[in-house]
């Protein structure tokens, strides 16, 4: 009988807690407020939010000449690029009369933007457009148009921002205008003839 060999054994260590073990105090309180966050998810809703009445599936009824198209300080700086006039160009692309308006935050932006964009705001403060004023804190004229819209579906909304663009293709019953290839382009607005 020969002598037993002593070889170490290789992860034998004492067991401790991990600092995420559900055994701890302060991990069972953080697992509480987060299964009450999962049932306060999985509630039922039992209130539907109330939906335009001129809205008849994604068709707005509400929209009808003379269009009202709230119009955004991009749009504004592209028709200038493109050397398109305004109104003529809304009309050439609805074949209706159009009264573009333009909101006090969409001014304080463009005040905002300096020399680069004098151009588009000397033709935002035309007397022909409509002014709206805005009650709100702040001067943030994409919040301002997504606000106004979401209240009152009757406005054709004129951007070029592709995220003022995808904030409202969430709203049902909301065109969009936009200026592309050198011309107006609608989107979204079922009577729009086909170009």
């Given at each position: 009988m020969g002598v037993q060999k002593r070889t170490r054994k290789f992860a034998q260590t004492k067991?401790?807690?991990?600092?995420?073990?559900?055994?701890?105090?302060?991990?069972?309180s953080?697992?509480?407020?987060?299964?009450?966050k999962k049932a306060a998810a999985n509630e039922i809703v039992r209130e539907i939010p109330q939906v335009s009445s001129s809205l008849f599936f994604q068709y707005n009824t509400a929209l009808i000449p003379p269009y009202s198209v709230l119009v955004d300080t991009n749009f504004l700086s592209h028709s200038v690029q493109n050397k398109l006039e305004l109104l003529t160009a809304m009309m050439d692309c609805l074949y209706a009369k159009c009264?573009?308006?333009?909101?006090?935050?969409?001014?304080?932006?463009?005040?905002?933007?300096?020399?680069?964009?004098?151009?588009?705001?000397?033709?935002?403060?035309?007397e022909r457009w409509e002014r709206l004023k805005c009650d709100h804190k702040g001067v943030y004229a994409d919040d301002c148009l997504v606000d106004r819209v979401m209240k009152h579906k009757v406005y054709i909304v004129a951007t070029n921002d592709r995220d003022l663009k995808r904030r409202i293709r969430k709203i049902p019953g909301v065109p969009i205008m936009s200026v592309a290839r050198g011309k107006y382009v609608i989107e979204r607005l079922p009577d729009a003839p086909e170009k």
């Open positions: 067991r401790l807690l991990g600092r995420r073990d559900g055994r701890l105090k302060q991990n069972q953080n697992g509480e407020a987060e299964a009450k009264i573009p308006i333009i909101t006090d935050c969409v001014m304080a932006e463009l005040e905002k933007l300096g020399r680069k964009y004098r151009i588009a705001l000397r033709i935002a403060r035309d």
